[in-house]
């Protein structure tokens, strides 16, 4: 739910750093594996690290 929304728009916001001024980015595919919940009140950091710059595709972690 909520874990890949964010892991998504992190990924498509670093995608789009990287995209020319006529190019656009859209999310193709989205996996993750859940460690451990957050609770209530806690606060969540979210980092990108590209893995694959392709012409015409992007691989985070």
Do not use: F, Y
């Not at 750093?17 to 193709?28: F, K, Q, V, Y």
């Amino acid at each position: 739910g909520a874990t890949l929304a964010l892991a998504e728009s992190v990924a498509g916001q670093g995608s789009l750093t990287l995209c020319a001024p006529d190019e656009m980015a859209a999310g193709i595919q989205v996996s993750g594996n859940h460690i451990s919940p957050a609770k209530e009140g806690d606060q969540v950091h979210a980092v990108g690290t590209l893995v694959h710059q392709g012409r015409s595709s992007h691989i985070w972690n």
